[in-house]
């Protein structure tokens, strides 16, 4: 079984600052995706970013960057000049990757990091 | 395009009563997901559905039953509600297993 760990129960940045989101995983899988998700108090569940983990390169959109060690099973979240808009809970997730014909799975999310973001 | 819908939004029962979330998707995804999210808590897998007619059990399955009789539906039923199914409920669907998961906009329940 796989394990998320989100460490950082709440971040506060002020409006403009770059935060960065810890996440931490367990997995023997060698094939994975990692994401994060925000959550805003609207309660809707929105994808900010995707990581294949065997892309040794790291995912970016826009002010959103990841920084992904695959050794050290560690997947940060950066955001750079921060918005109002970005105040949200933010969940890391794990998901192995299916063989065709092998079923699939479902995402093993983070607790997560309520980020709050200050004028 | 309504993407992953999910009816009701919000629900109240008492200890002992049946109900069923309907979770509807538009987007022909083979694969449906149910999860719950509980306070200070990330989301459970519940159930699963990698195509029409079969569903397969997550995490947390007890007390819960599913069905996916048609592509496009997947529904969450409790026979005997208990407090400790009070939680957000979460539906979701992608195309294969690999991919993205698109959520609704989830059901609170609550069960007293």
């Known amino acids: 079984a796989q394990t998320v760990t989100q460490s950082q129960p709440e971040m506060s940045v002020q409006e403009a600052e770059t935060v960065t989101l810890s996440c931490t995983y367990d997995?023997?899988?060698?094939?994975?995706?990692l994401f994060w998700y925000k959550q805003p108090p609207s309660r809707q569940m929105i994808l900010v970013i995707r990581?294949?983990?065997?892309?040794?390169q790291n995912a970016t959109e826009n002010r959103f960057s990841v920084n992904f060690q695959k050794a050290a099973k560690s997947f940060s979240l950066k955001i750079s000049d921060s918005q109002l808009g970005d105040t949200a809970m933010y969940f890391c997730a794990f998901m192995k990757h299916v063989y065709s014909g092998g079923g699939a799975d479902g995402l093993t999310f983070g607790k997560g990091t309520h980020l709050i973001i200050q004028p | 395009n309504a993407g992953v819908t999910q009816t009701p939004k919000f629900r109240v029962l008492k200890t002992g009563q049946s109900m069923t979330l309907l979770c509807a998707q538009d987007m022909n995804h083979e694969y449906m997901y149910w999860y719950r999210q509980d306070p200070g808590m990330g989301l459970r897998l519940i159930h699963y559905?990698?195509?029409?007619?079969?569903?397969a059990k997550g995490e947390v399955p007890d007390g819960y039953n599913v069905s996916r009789l048609k592509k496009q539906n997947f529904l969450l039923g409790l026979e005997s509600a208990a407090p400790s199914q009070t939680s957000v409920y979460f539906c979701?669907?992608?195309?294969?297993?690999?991919?993205?998961?698109?959520f609704g906009a989830g059901t609170r329940l609550s069960v007293l």
């Open positions: 559905s990698v195509g029409e007619g079969t569903t």
């Open positions: 979701a669907s992608t195309h294969d297993g690999k991919n993205i998961q698109y």
């Open positions: 990581q294949e983990a065997y892309k040794q």
């Open positions: 997995t023997s899988e060698n094939n994975y995706y």
